[in-house]
Nanobody, 127 residues
């Protein structure tokens, strides 16, 4: 069983920055692709960013490209999402997800590939 716990959310003004963290339990982190998703009120969950288990593969949604950076520290079992130049439309609950021993050798924005999910952390960007 893998548990994921997100932190780092909060209230920030437009143009500001936040860094989200997601700590995972268990020994499978280093062999897991990791993703960040978000869900705004009344909207479906959407892909934000993903990072491959080796750290070399990165994938971003067009809406965050150039503003958000995903990274991982396998020694700390932690994946990060650095969010800069935040906009009110970035307001959402942010979730991290893990795909243990991924089947495909490449990242995709789909959510169904992920096996485990965190509980989410709220990010609110005021205008």
């Amino acid at each position: 069983q893998v548990q994921l716990v997100e932190s780092g959310g909060g209230l920030v003004q437009a143009g500001g920055s936040l860094r989200l963290s997601c700590v995972t339990s268990g020994r499978s982190f280093s062999s897991s692709d990791m993703g960040w998703f978000r869900q705004a009120p009344g909207k479906e969950r959407e892909f934000v960013a993903a990072i491959g288990w080796r750290g070399g593969q990165l994938l971003y949604a067009d809406s965050v490209k150039g503003r958000f950076t995903i990274s991982r520290d396998n020694a700390k079992n932690t994946v990060y999402l650095q969010m800069n130049s935040l906009k009110p439309e970035d307001t959402a609950v942010y979730y991290c997800a893990a795909e243990v021993n991924p089947v495909f050798p490449f990242l995709t924005p789909g959510s169904s590939r992920y096996d485990y999910w965190g509980q989410g952390t709220q990010v609110t960007v005021s205008s």
